[in-house]
T-cell receptor
Framework: EAQVTQNPRYLITVTGKKLTVTCSQN?????MSWYRQDPGLGLRQIYYSMNVEVTDKGDVPEGYKVSRKEKRNFPLILESPSPNQTSLYFC???????????????FGPGTRLTVL | AQSVTQPDIHITVSEGASLELRCNYS??????LFWYVQSPGQGLQLLLK??????LVQGIKGFEAEFKRSQSSFNLRKPSVHWSDAAEYFCAVGTNTNAGKSTFGDGTTLTVKP
């Protein structure tokens, strides 16, 4: 089954304790992206990757890191989490169009993160 | 920079009534437009998309949307709403000049009355 998986689905942590949220897709998509969803603010893009070893900032990259060493995986790293990073996080993937942008995105189930 | 506005935070309609959810975008060139739906506790699922061509696009679950360049709009419509359509709806825009950037609206929550 074609899917995007995220782990963990739920995480409660404390300020300053490094954590990684994993994202994996089995559709051979070039494009992957991370979003955070907060009430009333929709989805805001954190980072995206157009292909292996190619990443770029979205609208809210501060406090986050990403890497794309393999095509299928795109982990999100919070090196020193703070309470304002409490949110619902979504990973998404897509294949690229001939014009260079991405097609429809396939979303993971989400990771609910609480930072105390 | 691109932006998306969904003017209606919350809409309530009766089952069987028609629905229109508004979406306005701001972008200088031709945008790539998407509507996604998020059911409670779920991820997002694509309803429909517009890249070029016919400005009226059909999607899944009986939804359609019309791209109007003159109004910078991409409104979502359904002629007869079902109780299972209750969800949050997001409009999103992508571009080919800033490939990779993805901008979502703040979402519209749809409540369906029996």
């Amino acid at each position: 089954e074609a899917q995007v998986t995220q782990n963990p689905r739920y995480l409660i942590t404390v300020t300053g304790k490094k954590l990684t949220v994993t994202c994996s897709q089995n559709m051979n998509h070039e494009y992957m992206s991370w979003y955070r969803q907060d009430p009333g603010l929709g989805l805001r893009q954190i980072y995206y990757s157009m292909n292996v070893e190619v990443t770029d900032k979205g609208d809210v990259p501060e406090g986050y890191k990403v890497s794309r060493k393999e095509k299928r995986n795109f982990p999100l790293i919070l090196e020193s989490p703070s309470p304002n990073q409490t949110s619902l996080y979504f990973c998404a993937s897509s294949f690229l169009l001939s014009g260079g942008t991405y097609n429809e995105q396939f979303f993971g189930p989400g990771t609910r993160l609480t930072v105390l | 920079a691109q932006s998306v506005t969904q003017p209606d935070i919350h809409i309530t309609v009766s089952e069987g009534a028609s629905l229109e959810l508004r979406c306005n975008y701001s972008y200088g060139a031709t945008p790539y437009l998407f509507w996604y739906v998020q059911s409670p506790g779920q991820g997002l699922q694509l309803l429909l998309k517009y890249f070029s061509g016919d400005t009226l696009v059909q999607g899944i679950k009986g939804f359609e949307a019309e791209f109007k360049r003159s109004q910078s709009s991409f409104n979502l419509r359904k002629p007869s709403v079902h109780w299972s359509d209750a969800a949050e709806y997001f409009c999103a825009v992508g571009t080919n000049t800033n490939a990779g950037k993805s901008t979502f609206g703040d979402g519209t929550t749809l409540t369906v009355k029996p």
